[in-house]
């Protein structure tokens, strides 16, 4: 009798020091449930109340510029994943911590998960737009891994008879089965939000009168040089720099956008008024400043929309202003130059197709602004709400007070696509290819060196305005063995570009860009 008592008292000291795999597991699974579960909630209320969206924003947010620009060069367009995958890791070490601490010490692990919903919370209301509703799933999904640890913890210190048959492979049992549909309940609620942001169906029902201007684009603006990036970029390519890491779901019919500041008359235009005005297509080329000498954040399409100095002209600046600080609907804003916007030899829009389509969903859907010779930064706020007539001593756009300048013209950029860094070519003749762009300059030419000899002239492609990139190709007869290529591209002014190396931030990359390859 004094030997039950004794083993039976023994009991809760003994499961303590047999081992923290399994607390390191339930911690993770409170987490998980956490997480998941407000993400999935978060397809109900609002892409806002999503804790990973929210808190992967105010990393962005803080994130200094050469990380930034680190993050880009290495990993593209897939960053907004890596940040996703390293914060999903993170969440997993802290589920373990938060397990451990409360085998340790009864209920902290519970009490730290509610600390970490208290973060999340903070973030989801500090996000633009942000409501009493979209604090719901944070709540919510904290309170359900914070109750899930606590009866977890009591059931399993509870005497034998009162655990309901939870001993030790019971409770990894159960750990394990909430981890895994936590994960699962996040996945499908990113994946619903996701779904949801895009309504297919609204975009695929708009109807979009056709351009009053059409752009005409001449025969061989392609090359057709296989390896070189096509002329028109197809949307599906197209490169996407933001800082949203949920795309934004708009629903057309109420979207608006106010023209306010330093104007004469404010205006607030509804999608019918926008699309309601002769519509304008041209080809432009928008360029990411993050992107390093030769990379490919750089793409060419077709836009229809509305000339910006027309709506502009029609609220009447005010004398001093020479700011344009654009917002979209997520809370990025930009600020442009006043004269680049009402430049009328530059094309500056406020977009709604894309290549002949309504905007994708990721690229800026329903309205967007594309203006050309300027870093996307500064410029291509995608899903705008608001346009503010400014100064640039009054107010500053979001990557500006983070290191990057203010004015973000384009720099005259030229690169090599064919033959690839490291290739191999036959004998004979040897074709170089690739583009170049100095976006409301133009390109005059395009010159080629090959292992420090004299540059030649290559032979240039089409184009319908000044506003779009270049192809060229150079057709030369090189010896076998190794060979290094450089290339430069000059103006329609006479500018050469610039070979004096420079990293993206703050103001663009410049530079030569080569490649070395092997003729066998």
Not at 366 to 388: E, F
């Amino acid at each position: 009798m004094t030997t039950t008592s004794s083993r039976t008292d023994a009991g809760p000291e003994r499961r303590r020091s047999a081992g923290a795999g399994p607390w390191v597991l339930a911690g993770v699974a409170a987490t998980a449930l956490a997480v998941g579960l407000a993400e999935l909630l978060a397809w109900v209320t609002g892409p806002v109340g999503a804790p990973l969206t929210a808190v992967g924003g105010v990393i962005v947010d803080a994130v200094p510029a050469p990380v930034k620009d680190a993050a880009i060069a290495l990993f593209g367009t897939a960053d907004k994943l890596v940040l996703l995958l390293v914060m999903a890791a993170g969440l997993v070490a802290i589920g373990a911590g938060l397990g451990a601490a409360q085998r340790a010490n009864r209920p902290m692990g519970a009490v730290l998960l509610g600390v970490l919903g208290l973060v999340g919370l903070l973030a989801v209301l500090t996000r633009a737009g942000a409501g009493v509703a979209d604090a719901v799933p944070v709540v919510v999904g904290t309170a359900a891994g914070a109750l899930f640890l606590t009866v977890l913890t009591r059931r399993a210190e509870a005497p034998e008879d009162a655990r309901g048959g939870l001993d030790r492979r019971g409770f990894v049992r159960v750990s394990a089965a909430v981890a895994v549909l936590g994960a699962a309940a996040g996945v499908a609620g990113r994946w619903a939000s996701a779904a949801a942001a895009r309504v297919p169906a609204a975009r695929e029902m708009l109807r979009i009168p056709a351009p009053a201007v059409r752009e005409t684009i001449p025969a061989g603006t392609d090359l057709g040089i296989e390896g070189v990036e096509p002329w028109l970029t197809p949307a599906e390519d197209f490169y996407r720099i933001d800082t949203a890491l949920a795309v934004p779901r708009i629903d057309v019919a109420e979207w608006e956008l106010r023209i306010h500041g330093m104007v004469d008359r404010e205006l607030t235009l509804r999608f019918e008024d926008l699309t309601g005005r002769a519509l304008l297509e041209r080809a432009v080329t928008l360029a990411c400043v993050s992107n390093p000498v030769g990379g490919d954040l750089v793409g060419n399409a077709v836009w229809t929309g509305v000339p910006i100095r027309e709506l502009l002209a029609e609220a009447g600046v005010q004398p001093g202003a020479d700011m344009v600080l654009s917002t979209s609907q997520d809370g990025f804003t930009a600020g442009t130059p006043l004269e680049a916007l009402l430049d009328p030899g530059r094309d500056s829009l406020l977009a709604v197709t894309m290549n002949g389509e309504p905007l994708p969903f990721e690229h800026g859907y329903p309205v967007r602004m594309v203006v050309s010779g300027l870093y996307g930064y500064v410029s291509a706020t995608k899903w705008l709400v608001d346009l503010k007539v400014t100064r640039f001593d009054r107010d500053e756009g979001y990557w500006t007070p983070r290191g990057w300048s203010a004015r973000g013209p384009i720099k005259t950029a030229s690169r090599i696509e064919v033959p690839r860094d490291g290739g191999r070519v036959d004998a004979g003749e040897v074709v170089l290819a690739g583009t170049a762009w100095a976006q409301d300059t133009g390109i005059a030419a395009v010159q080629v060196s090959v292992d420090e000899g004299p540059w030649q002239e290559a032979d240039l492609g089409e184009v319908p305005s000044d506003d779009t990139w270049r192809q060229w190709v150079l057709h030369t007869e090189l010896p076998g063995g190794r060979h290094t290529a450089r290339v430069r591209a000059v103006d329609r002014d006479g500018t050469v570009q610039t070979a004096e190396q420079a990293p993206p931030a703050p103001d663009g990359a410049s530079g030569w860009h080569e490649r070395t390859f092997t003729v066998a």
